[in-house]
């Protein structure tokens, strides 16, 4: 059974600094990956989604990439600013089933 | 013009009840979710339907159930509601399960069983 890990659970850091989070994953037989944002009180919104034959992706200050043989995947943020205070989530795709991580709370501080 | 949209936004009920909540999507897509996120924000998968094939995550009590009258619907209906079902649940579609396409994400459902 696939298990999801996002490490750290929270993160806060100063306006400016680059930040890189962590997403792993037990069963590397995987479709592809998406990394999600949610705010408080809302929905989930992709950011990037990464197929399995792929190494990263790349949108604006974020850069997601796939180690699919090692189970891991990680999330890197440039400059980060305060607006990208929210909850982090990775998924995972098996072609069946979608396995959420725990997600990483960050928070920026101005 | 929302994409996947959810009602209501807030049920409140009491234990026992049975309860449904909408989903809509207007993208075409012929794949469609239900999760549920619990309180620690652990956001489990529990259906994914389209009109071939219902998966049902094996953990789910047979109190829940999707009923989609289209393509574009997709009901959770619930029944006998318990304490433990008090949640958020998200609605989401895709073009297809096995998809290269990112699901959308409705706004959620926030229910609380009293």
């Known amino acids: 059974k696939q298990e999801v890990t996002q490490i750290p659970a929270a993160l806060s850091v100063p306006e400016g600094e680059n930040l890189v989070l962590n997403c792993s994953f037990t069963?590397?037989?995987?479709?592809?990956l998406q990394w999600f944002r949610q705010d408080p009180g809302k929905g989930l919104t992709s950011l990037l989604l990464?197929?399995?034959?792929?190494r990263e992706q790349t949108s604006g200050r974020l850069n997601a990439s796939l180690d699919k043989s090692s189970g891991r995947s990680t999330l890197y943020i440039a400059a980060s600013q305060p607006g990208d205070s929210a909850t982090y989530l990775c998924?995972?795709?098996?072609?069946?089933?979608?396995?959420f991580g725990t997600g990483t709370s960050l928070t920026v501080i101005p | 013009d929302t994409a996947v949209s959810q009602t209501p936004k807030y049920l409140v009920t009491q234990m026992g009840n049975d309860k449904s909540i909408k989903c809509e999507q207007n993208?075409?897509?012929?794949?469609m979710y239900w999760y549920k996120q619990d309180s620690k924000k652990f956001l489990k998968i529990m259906f994914s339907?389209?009109?071939?094939?219902?998966?049902i995550n094996e953990t789910v009590p047979n109190r829940f159930s999707p009923k989609s009258p289209d393509k574009a619907h997709l009901n959770l209906h619930i029944n006998s509601l318990e304490l433990g079902d008090s949640a958020v649940y998200f609605c989401?579609?895709?073009?297809?399960?096995?998809?290269?396409?990112?699901?959308?994400f409705g706004p959620g459902t926030r229910l609380l069983v009293l």
């Open positions: 989401a579609s895709s073009q297809d399960r096995a998809t290269q396409e990112t699901q959308y």
């Open positions: 069963d590397s037989a995987i479709y592809n």
């Open positions: 990464i197929q399995s034959s792929q």
């Open positions: 998924a995972v795709n098996t072609g069946n089933q979608f396995y």
């Open positions: 993208l075409g897509h012929d794949t």
């Open positions: 339907y389209n009109n071939k094939e219902l998966i």
